[in-house]
T-cell receptor, first 115, second 117 residues
Framework: AQKITQTQPGMFVQEKEAVTLDCTYD???????LFWYKQPSSGEMIFLIY??????QNATEGRYSLNFQKARKSANLVISASQLGDSAMYFC????????????FGQGTELSVKP | GAVVSQHPSWVICKSGTSVKIECRSL??????MFWYRQFPKQSLMLMAT?????????EQGVEKDKFLINHASLTLSTLTVTSAHPEDSSFYIC?????????????FGEGSWLTVV
């Protein structure tokens, strides 16, 4: 079974608008972490935001916020005020604490920002 | 600057030859490193967990004799693709967790593009 699911292969958003990228996860480990990464065409993995399973508040990092709904096992990424440079692949990933530091990635969402 | 450095960034090799990719942690000791493989337009797939001083742990379906992993020091893990074939052409990327920092501190190397001709 898929542990991390991103159901949007591609998304379009108008410049300066907000966009939500969906991510759901599945784990029985009570202690885990959820990550979002941006991957431009160069291939580098750019860390965006992190949410720990015990964190009470939703994580925010600048224009990025994570809508963490633990009961629904979802961790959607919200990008506010989209910029042309936001066009890239976005991956949601999970680290289960009983599995060390390895990350399991979702399928990814390709975001295109339109001028 | 980079905290995890990967080398080479690009490599082209002939079919049947072996190629080695290095992953170094620059500012911290990494007892564990992770190797991923990514085909175009696809996700990162975990290949193996590299353990310093012991054998790597391979994910199901990954050929351990094909993808040799050595983690001889606390700052260096190497992935050797042996007898490479065109279907091994892919993007390979490593990561490492800094255990002395919060749980979100996982660093990725720059990645290595392998083309087998």
């Amino acid at each position: 079974a898929q542990k991390i699911t991103q159901t949007q292969p591609g998304m379009f958003v108008q410049e300066k608008e907000a966009v939500t990228l969906d991510c759901t996860y599945d784990t029985s480990d009570p202690s885990y972490g959820l990550f979002w990464y941006k991957q431009p065409s160069s291939g580098e993995m750019i860390f965006l935001i992190y949410q720990g399973s015990y964190d009470q508040q939703n994580a925010t990092e600048g224009r990025y916020s994570l809508n963490f709904q633990k009961a629904r096992k979802s961790a959607n990424l919200v990008i506010s005020a989209s910029q042309l440079g936001d066009s890239a692949m976005y991956f949601c990933a999970m680290r289960e604490d009983n599995q060390g530091g390895k990350l399991i990635f979702g399928q990814g969402t390709e975001l295109s920002v339109k001028p | 600057g980079a905290v995890v450095s990967q080398h080479p960034s690009w490599v082209i090799c002939k079919s049947g030859t072996s190629v080695k990719i290095e992953c170094r942690s620059l500012d911290f000791q990494a007892t564990t490193m992770f190797w991923y493989r990514q085909f175009p337009k696809q996700s990162l797939m975990l290949m193996a967990t590299s353990n310093e001083g012991s054998k790597a742990t391979y994910e199901q379906g990954v050929e351990k004799d094909k993808f040799l992993i050595n983690h001889a020091s606390l700052t260096l893990s190497t992935l050797t693709v042996t007898s490479a074939h065109p279907e091994d052409s892919s993007f390979y990327i490593c990561s490492a967790r800094d255990w002395e920092r919060p749980g979100n501190t996982i660093y990725f190397g720059e990645g290595s593009w392998l083309t087998v001709v």
